[in-house]
């Protein structure tokens, strides 16, 4: 009896000195809310109640953000903002371009491959005219080919889309407001400079080109996520083509499982020959936004971002994507990538396109 209640008071005094030490004397995380502006592809894995809550359980830190176009969150009030999420090394040159070295830090977290999005109708036809060709069920798309085709005005009846009005286009993002029209728009710079990096001297001849290719569809939309969203509720009619991340087909395959069992048969995923990584990087203007570098940087978050939202994190990820994700071809590598011009020569492809 002796030994039995000994034993009681020795579990009641470990419990009792857990709770004390918890509650008293264990260090805690200081709490902080932080805010930034943050590219509208990275709102789904921002609004993920996972990352939320790790966030501010494991981290202390109750992150806000405004969407905002990686080009424009450059030129956006800055005052009381903690950090920038754009989606390009380009938004990082031009902010360092204005402000110099007033920030704390500044790292890649996420990338991810731009790709074109259409459907099965329109890839087919692609297909017959030898642009588009599979390889271990990924499709890939021959550029030069394709922009040649939409600076010839070529119908989309002539390729066989009856369906389909007037002359071929694709859409991106506006180009001076989102990255994934900025980038889309160095890629076309490069082909149309022979498949090398463009330049100032390049553009020069090629810049009328340039221009006419992303004047073809009119309007273009300044956020990634409206822009794809759009495409999979509008249909073929409005978006025959749309050029955007990777990231996105892959999120909304694991968010939307319903929705992406009724129309994966029919939406297609187009991988440029080349195509071009978006690099993010979080830059930390802030000793709080730094402290949410850090917490994006850790093995928890950086799984969250792949196996949940798509983003190609640390070396293994995308290596499992055709079992990951229910998406047919979605390749362990990205293959035949080049290299976007710098940050001056983007600043002017940008003012071609403006007609600046």
Do not use: C
Not at 158 to 166: K, N, P, Q, S, T
Not at 304 to 321: I, K, N
């Amino acid at each position: 009896m002796k030994k039995r209640i000994l034993g009681l008071v020795i579990l009641i005094l470990v419990i009792v000195s857990a709770v004390v030490y918890q509650n008293f004397l264990m260090p805690k995380t200081r709490q902080v809310t932080v805010d930034g502006y943050l590219g509208g592809e990275k709102s789904g894995l921002f609004d993920d109640e996972r990352f939320g809550g790790a966030m501010l359980k494991k981290y202390g830190i109750s992150i806000h953000y405004k969407k905002a176009g990686s080009i424009d969150m450059v030129g956006a009030p800055l005052e009381g903002m903690d950090y920038l999420f754009p989606s390009n090394y380009t938004a990082l040159e031009l902010y360092k371009q204005k402000y110099g070295s007033a920030y704390k830090r500044a790292e890649v977290v996420f990338n991810s491959p731009i790709v074109l999005y259409t459907r099965k109708t329109v890839s087919e036809a692609f297909k017959k005219q030898g642009w588009v060709h599979t390889e271990d069920e990924t499709e890939y798309i021959d550029l030069v080919k394709l922009i040649d085709a939409v600076l010839a005005d070529t119908k989309w009846s002539g390729i066989g889309l009856d369906e389909l009005y007037g002359n071929m286009y694709v859409i991106s993002t506006d180009p001076l407001k989102s990255n994934s029209g900025n980038m889309f728009a160095g890629l076309v710079a490069n082909m149309l400079n022979g498949g090398e990096m463009a330049d100032r001297e390049s553009l020069a001849a090629s810049g009328g080109e340039l221009k006419r290719f992303f004047s073809k569809p009119g309007y273009l939309e300044s956020s990634s996520a409206d822009l794809f969203n759009s495409f999979l509720k509008t249909g073929i009619g409005a978006r025959p083509v749309i050029a955007g991340y990777e990231s996105q087909i892959l999120e909304f395959s694991v968010e939307h499982p319903e929705d992406w069992a009724y129309i994966k048969d029919d939406v297609v995923v187009l991988y440029p020959e080349p195509t071009a990584w978006s690099a993010h990087p979080f830059i930390a203007l802030t000793d709080n936004g730094d402290r949410v570098l850090d917490a994006l940087l850790e093995e928890e978050i950086q799984a969250l971002a792949w196996e949940t939202h798509g983003f190609r994190t640390g070396v293994a990820s995308g290596r499992d994507a055709g079992g990951r994700f229910d998406i047919k071809g979605a390749p362990g590598q990205v293959k035949k990538v080049i290299q976007l011009p710098g940050p001056d020569t983007m600043q002017r492809i940008m003012e071609i396109i403006s007609n600046r």
